[in-house]
């Protein structure tokens, strides 16, 4: 059975979804919904909940929790790419693609980077544009320029 949990973040309401031991899903709100036959479990999630606040306060720079996305063979090895990229800075999409082994494959590691299930800690927000212009985020550009700020902000010590 599917669980899941909301939180409050400083990017607004995050919706987290597994099976009670891996996460599965994590969104921003208010696009995805609960699946319809989820049952909401806080505690289930509450591992993720501290280690979240703790990433959104400055003070964690590696989550380490179970994961469970789901997706192709490509797109879990640009999910996996994407956990090695360090935390405040960036790749592009021409980078991850030498990354996960298939140079000249950018609009693909694109898409399989926008299919990214798990938001902020499967750090789809670290990747831009090869002219360093922040591109496409579901969560839109300000979520992303914010999850950034963040970011760099920790790194030089202005947090």
């Not at 919706?15 to 049952?39: C, E, F, K, Q, Y």
């Not at 960036?90 to 299930?117: C, D, F, K, M």
């Not at 990747?127 to 963040?150: M, N």
């Amino acid at each position: 059975m599917t669980v899941y949990s909301v939180l409050e973040s400083p990017i607004g309401e995050l919706l987290l979804t597994g099976d009670g031991a891996a996460i599965s899903g994590l969104h921003t709100m208010p696009r995805p919904v609960a699946p319809a036959l989820a049952r909401r479990d806080d505690r289930a999630f509450a591992e993720a909940a501290e280690q979240l606040r703790s990433y959104f306060a400055g003070e964690l720079e590696a989550f380490d929790l179970p994961l469970a996305p789901v997706g192709t063979p490509f797109q879990r090895r640009v999910w996996d790419a994407l956990r090695e990229v360090p935390y405040g800075e960036t790749v592009t999409y021409a980078e991850l693609a030498v990354a996960v082994g298939r140079p000249g494959a950018a609009r693909a590691v694109g898409h399989a980077n926008g299919r990214n299930p798990i938001a902020v800690v499967i750090p789809c927000h670290r990747v831009i544009g090869s002219d360093g212009t922040l591109t496409g985020y579901a969560g839109g550009l300000e979520r992303k320029r914010a999850l950034l700020d963040l970011e760099r902000a920790t790194v030089s010590g202005a947090a």
